[in-house]
């Protein structure tokens, strides 16, 4: 940039701040409702950013532009305004039609709308979506500059200290983060609230800092200059701001953090900004908004992979899913390796999630991110919004309930993601009560868009992580901890192998009998075959099997065909949020009374002791399960 070129840039820039001011004030006046006060001391950062990244409103998709998240989205008056200020949409759309349910222009901002990468709002996660991003333009080759925008308060968050961490490991040298150091937040000043040394923080992790005036666009020209041309590490900006700068009666008063101004108090702004009033105008046209809403189209990258065909596992050796898993994964990388990007996430267990292989098949796209799940789920998801295949996998209870926050945000986010979570329910055994997780159906069943995967053994496992690979959207698969048994057919051959497809939503008929109804998925399922194998020779009972693998959704009009006498639901979940509740939904809708209906699951916290022994305990064992029908039916 010449010298001539930069001092017109930042001209022009600060026209466009004081026109901005007076968007952030119109729109949260007319919306009563939004934050001005912090999206006043981050314009000038917002408008110098987009101005100086490489994106262009003709064509805000393309897949070689930089990347900008804004982490503190309830500035999203702030983004919204400089955006549309630069062309990327119509300012008087968003000045009407902020926060109201007919308008994209939502309350926290929103990918989807152009410019907006990442739909944020809870605090600091920006960081880890950044990172993800960061990583993803390493491995496609496109080098894409990642820039994330970040509030002082959200420092203190431990998620912000993880990404840190994960950025100088991996050398992100194309990521730009810059802070709103404004010490300011909604219940006081910031250094009171929660005091944080921002600066050492990321000197310690190894970032390069600079810190700037955030209301000069000097100061914000020459250094985001600077670092775009000549940078070796990550780098964070601290920009000292001043909450609703431009403002007289609004400078430095954290009240405005989240709190609109009245209308004459608007005017005063505008008067003050010398910025034409026309809220009149606005208000009339946002009363004539109707309540309707079209989905807002999210622009999605997908890699289309290999995936391979399937190993199968014979019935002469138990195998544990997980290993299945890990054996499938690494087929799928190195059919795949340089020609589709791809990413795999690790939280130092990867021996015991069966990541090793994977690893040793393809180094380079293997992410040892350490005991760090929330950065680790959060920063994945972004990732596989970049074209690269992403796999997150984890323990049960670490990358489903610890997470729960990232993964609805990554659900959100429309991500592409792929969550393999191993070691669930009472088969994890010994590890006692912390580690058990007894609630993934009810969890995964919160998040609208993710797609929940059960497999009963080895054969069915290796399918659903190729059909998983090679299918668009978010998914998690579930697998226990111990070996099992491959399914086998009545009369021998195994069920999930030759002449055998994995179909989304499609149930699978183990056993057919006339006596009763055992419905189940998962790790148990073997168990409830030999039960019914064992009542079929022993006491001539004829007891039909249906295994669900994919419990959230299912034909299940298709299923009640199927259905026969009474129903008896064994699922290693908690009782009252799994398989039975999800059964029980259907069947009352559709106004179906079975002669009875039970349901054997977790009722409670349990204790260490082996997956034998806790399955015996609740009632999970064949024996147990055969107790279990005998009183039902005899």
Not at 29 to 36: D, E, K, L, V
Not at 219 to 242: G, K
Request: some cysteine; glycine content about 10%.
């Amino acid at each position: 940039m010449t010298e001539r070129s930069r001092e017109k840039k930042i001209v022009e820039l600060k026209e466009l701040g004081r026109l901005c001011r007076g968007d952030i004030l119109k729109m949260t006046t007319i919306a009563n409702s939004g934050h001005p006060g912090g999206s006043m001391s981050s314009i000038d950062i917002f408008l110098s950013v987009f101005s100086m990244a490489n994106i262009d409103p003709s064509t805000p998709d393309d897949p070689k532009r930089d990347r900008v998240i804004v982490s503190h989205g309830h500035t999203s008056p702030g983004v919204y305004s400089a955006l549309a200020r630069l062309g990327f949409f119509d300012i008087g759309e968003v000045i009407k039609g902020f926060r109201h349910c007919s308008s994209v222009f939502e309350g926290h901002v929103t990918r989807g709308i152009p410019g907006v990468e990442w739909t944020t709002g809870n605090l600091g996660q920006g960081l880890s979506a950044g990172v993800g991003m960061s990583i993803a333009s390493k491995l496609t080759g496109k080098n894409n500059r990642v820039f994330v925008l970040m509030s002082d308060a959200e420092q203190a968050k431990g998620q912000v200290a993880e990404a840190r961490r994960t950025a100088a490991k991996y050398g992100l040298n194309n990521l730009i983060v810059v802070i709103d150091d404004n010490n300011a937040q909604i219940s006081g000043k910031a250094e009171d609230i929660m005091p944080v040394n921002i600066r050492e923080n990321y000197v310690s992790d190894g970032w390069e800092i600079v810190e700037i005036d955030g209301h000069s666009y000097d100061d914000l020209v020459n250094s985001i200059s600077l670092f775009l041309h000549r940078q070796e590490r990550p780098v964070a900006i601290i920009a000292r701001t001043t909450m609703g700068k431009g403002v007289s009666f609004m400078e430095d008063d954290v009240s405005y953090h989240g709190k609109p101004l009245s209308m004459d108090q608007c005017r005063r702004a505008l008067s003050e900004l010398r910025i034409y009033d026309d809220l009149d105008n606005h208000a009339n046209e946002r009363k004539l908004l109707a309540r309707t809403r079209s989905p807002l189209e999210v622009p999605q990258q997908y890699p289309r992979p290999d995936a391979g065909e399937a190993f199968v596992y014979s019935s002469d050796k138990p195998v544990d899913n997980r290993s299945a898993f890990g054996k499938a994964l690494a087929d799928i990388g190195k059919r795949n390796r340089g020609k589709v990007p791809m990413a795999v996430i690790d939280c130092d267990l990867k021996p015991s999630t069966k990541l090793e292989e994977f690893e040793k098949a393809c180094p380079e796209s293997f992410f040892q991110i350490g005991v760090q799940e929330h950065n680790a789920a959060a920063l994945a998801g972004a990732l596989s919004t970049c074209g690269v295949l992403t796999f997150f996998a984890d323990f049960g209870v670490f990358g489903i309930d610890e997470t729960y926050n990232q993964q609805r945000l990554n659900d959100i986010n429309r991500t592409n993601l792929k969550v393999a979570v191993t070691h669930v329910g009472l088969d994890v055994g010994e590890d006692g009560k912390t580690h058990h997780c007894i609630d993934y159906i009810g969890a995964v069943r919160n998040l609208p868009g993710f797609r929940l995967l059960v497999p009963a053994d080895p054969n069915q496992t290796d399918r659903m992580v190729r059909y998983m690979a090679s299918t668009p959207g978010n998914f998690t698969i579930v697998m226990g901890r111990s070996k099992i048994e491959p399914v086998q057919r009545t009369g021998g051959g195994l069920f999930f192998a030759e002449g055998y497809e994995f179909e989304y939503g499609k149930v699978d008929l183990l056993r057919e009998g006339s006596d009763i109804t055992l419905l189940t998925c998962g790790q148990v399922t073997n168990n409830v075959i030999k039960a019914a194998d064992e009542l079929k020779d022993k006491h001539g009972i004829n007891a039909s099997v249906i295994a669900i693998p994919t419990p959230l959704h299912f034909e299940f009009d298709e299923m009640e065909d199927l259905l026969y006498g009474k129903i008896l639901v064994i699922e290693d979940h908690h009782s009252k949020s799994g398989l039975a509740s999800i059964i029980s939904i259907h069947m009352v809708s559709r106004g179906i009374s079975p002669s009875g209906f039970e349901n054997v699951g977790v009722d409670d916290y349990a204790c260490s002791g082996s997956n034998e022994d806790l399955y015996e305990l609740a009632g999970f064992s064949a024996n147990a399960i055969m107790d279990r029908v005998k009183r039902i039916l005899l």
